[in-house]
């Protein structure tokens, strides 16, 4: 029913700069919150960043003044611009979104393949 496809994953050194996409489709009637969470190898998947339907933004931590998370809800795409990478930002990124479809009542969460980004030198 809904599909999340995300892009934009790859190879850099640190220091470099990436931005990720994430596109929503399928019967989507609303969305609501969006956002992107991380899973490096050996460790649980952990949340980097969410974004409101109306532009509210949280980031964790580690992330803070180096991420940015936006949306387009015209296009039910969410992004995460990543500046100032490190070694320790590698890890597969998967994009989370509440969505209600036409068939359903409730918000669902739906997630997306992942895309890997690797920070080397």
């Known amino acids: 029913q809904v599909q999340l496809v995300e892009s934009g994953g790859g190879l850099l050194q640190p220091g470099g700069s990436l931005r990720l996409s994430c596109a929503a489709s399928?019967?989507?009637?609303?969305?609501?919150?969006m956002g992107w969470y991380r899973q490096a190898p050996g460790e649980q998947r952990e949340l980097v960043a969410t974004?409101?339907?109306?532009?509210?933004?949280y980031y964790v931590d580690f992330v803070k003044g180096r991420f940015t998370i936006s949306r387009d809800n015209a296009k039910n795409t969410v992004y995460l611009q990543m500046n100032s990478l490190k070694p320790e930002d590698t890890a597969v990124y998967y994009c989370?979104?509440?969505?209600?479809?036409?068939?359903?009542?409730?918000?669902?969460?739906?997630w997306g393949q992942g895309t890997q980004v690797t920070v080397s030198s």
């Open positions: 989370n979104a509440n969505v209600r479809t036409w068939s359903d009542t409730l918000y669902r969460a739906y």
């Open positions: 974004i409101s339907s109306g532009g509210y933004t």
């Open positions: 399928g019967s989507i009637r609303s969305i609501n919150a």
